[in-house]
């Protein structure tokens, strides 16, 4: 699957804003109350502790590939063209 990278960063720009302080500056994670919901959700482990990565669930898993379809695929036959 071809993602649309113009999507994927607006998406990016938009929750790191989430995190925005002193003027412009964000921090480079995510929201921790995104990660907080998400664990809610069970979606993600839990997100508390020192481990830099998250893991996600069977479920998150799923939902994160069926997001990356619905939300962030590239017109296929845009990508054709671009194959051309």
């Known amino acids: 699957m071809e993602l649309d990278t113009e999507k994927l960063d607006d998406a990016a720009l938009a929750i790191l804003s989430l995190t925005l302080h002193d ?5 480079k994670g995510l929201d921790w109350a995104i990660t907080d919901r998400l664990f ?17 669930t069977k479920e998150g898993l799923a939902r994160a590939e069926m997001v990356l379809r619905t939300m962030f695929a590239a017109n296929e036959g845009a990508a054709r063209c671009n194959e051309n």
Do not use: F, Q, T
């Not at 003027?23 to 921090?27: E, I, K, Y």
């Not at 069970?42 to 990565?53: N, Q, R, T, Y």
């Open 23 to 27: 003027g412009d500056r964000v921090w």
């Open 40 to 56: 809610e959700k069970g979606l993600i482990g839990d997100p508390k502790g020192k481990a830099k990565s998250l893991m996600l």
